[in-house]
């Protein structure tokens, strides 16, 4: 199994010095190239656990393994696209996309290898543009071929078109699926949207809340593009709205005994 996610909990302590689990027995095995999106409530952990797959937080027992290799921190294996481009303001596009490893490669090499990226993302154009001088949209797309030209085996990608208007985010996601499609790169996305799950995934795991556990592993088993598909996508999303009906009833209802118990 190309990546591991072994018997996940992740415990926090809340402000009353309490625990609180976020993460429980979170486990799910994922083949080398595929795109997996993780969908839930707000509140489920879904980017608690992108954060540990990337290293970046850790777990409080279980394991991730990456070909057989447990990780406990960042690599170049894996790369990741946060909800915002978090660009350097004060670097150009292309200078943004090879900082991560301009001192890896002479600089012709670098500047290049950037260039290939961009390229990939539509944006051959702006190479000596500033964030400032782009839309959100683009902003993205920066952030994206960086992750790209680092070459990780797997691409973490919390949210990243959840900020975007409804037309940005369907251009992104036709460019998103052609670059998977051209790449062949492990995809594990995190995402709010069933629609935006249904269309670009292979799987999705379907999370509930307090504390976060899995679901449902669905398959969706469409040829790509899938827009052509409409009555068979409204079936599986009508198929997760029956798992997240009862889970967002609980998050609501537990707002309301809040807000009445303050």
């Not at 937080?57 to 991730?64: D, L, M, Q, V």
């Not at 990608?157 to 900020?163: H, L, S």
């Not at 307090?210 to 052509?228: K, S």
């Amino acid at each position: 199994m190309f990546l591991a996610i072994n018997n996940i909990q992740k415990e926090f302590l809340d402000k009353n010095n309490q625990k609180s689990i976020v993460l429980q027995d979170i486990n799910l095995q994922i083949e080398k190239g595929e795109f997996v999106s993780i969908l839930g409530p707000s509140g489920c952990g879904k980017s608690t656990l992108l954060s540990i797959v990337a290293g970046l937080t850790k777990a409080t027992s279980g394991e991730i393994l990456v070909n057989n290799n447990r990780i406990d921190k960042p690599g170049k294996d894996r790369g990741m696209v946060f909800q915002e481009a978090a660009l350097f303001p004060w670097l150009n596009v292309v200078d943004n996309v090879m900082f991560p490893f301009k001192k890896e490669l002479p600089k012709k090499d670098a500047i290049e290898q950037a260039k290939k990226y961009l390229q990939m993302v539509q944006l051959s154009n702006y190479l000596d543009h500033y964030p400032h001088e782009l839309s959100g949209g683009m902003q993205q797309r920066v952030a994206i071929a960086r992750a790209l030209a680092m070459n990780p085996e797997i691409l973490l990608m919390d949210e990243p078109f959840g900020a975007l208007d409804e037309q940005t985010r369907t251009r992104l996601h036709a460019q998103l699926e052609q670059i998977w499609m051209e790449t062949k790169k492990t995809i594990l996305f995190v995402t709010h949207s069933i629609s935006e799950s249904i269309k670009l995934s292979d799987r999705i795991i379907v999370m509930g809340t307090r504390p976060g556990t899995i679901l449902a592993d669905i398959h969706v088993d469409l040829p790509r593009p899938r827009d052509q598909y409409k009555e068979k996508m409204l079936t599986i999303e009508e198929e997760i709205m029956g798992y997240l009906k009862t889970e967002i009833d609980k998050v609501v209802s537990e707002e309301e005994n809040y807000d009445t118990s303050s």
